[in-house]
């Protein structure tokens, strides 16, 4: 059941050289001369490389059905995620770096989501955003404004480090962006 380029919707599987591939964004072109085709950049699941491809409108490619398992993170153990099927309770080892570098940012029962295709998992979809508690940093001190312009390293409760204002001390809760590792703002509790 093969399904052409009109079909294509942001966030779509198929597969394409052996890999499950989805669309992270496309463009249908009809130049003035010429056949139309669809530009698009697309992100393997597996590796998260990210590519651009052009097809010819109306070019064909076999759908891929990914399944998003829910599965809640419950602790690091010698370099190995401890995650659990909130479905079946079963607990499964992975690879901390099979997770990617989001994973610095995993505090305990964390959602997760296990991608998977044919009952072969294939990767690993993390939170973007996260709140955690800043664990250790200098103190700030009276002056330091919320646009002072100046950064501070402070160590998250996850053990990742981020760049934070000046303002900002141990025992606050911060929201971190976990694709760039970035500080965005300072959560209200």
């Known amino acids: 059941m093969a399904i052409d380029t009109s079909d294509f919707k942001n966030g779509m599987h198929f597969y394409m050289d052996g890999d499950v591939w989805t669309i992270v ?8 001369k010429g056949g139309a085709f669809v530009r698009t950049r697309l992100r393997k699941v597996r ?11 109306g070019e064909r490619v076999e759908p891929a059905f990914v399944e998003k398992v829910e599965m809640q993170y419950l602790y690091n153990q010698n370099g190995q995620a401890i995650l659990m099927d909130l479905d079946t309770y079963e607990q499964i080892e992975v690879n901390m770096g099979d997770l990617g570098d989001q994973a610095n940012f995993l505090k305990e029962d964390t959602k997760i989501f296990s991608l998977q295709a044919n009952g072969e998992v294939l990767g690993y979809e993390l939170p973007n955003f996260v709140e955690l508690e800043i664990v250790e940093t200098d103190p700030g001190f009276k002056g330091d404004t919320v646009s002072g312009g100046s950064t501070k ?10 760049n934070v204002p000046f303002h900002i001390n141990q025992g606050d809760v911060v929201k971190v962006d976990t694709r760039t590792g970035t500080y965005l703002e300072r959560v209200k509790r």
């Open 25 to 32: 964004e496309f463009q249908h072109v009809k130049p003035g």
């Open 153 to 162: 390293p402070a160590k998250l409760e996850s053990g990742a480090t981020v």
């Open 47 to 57: 590796t998260g490389q990210v590519i651009e491809k052009t097809f010819r409108s």
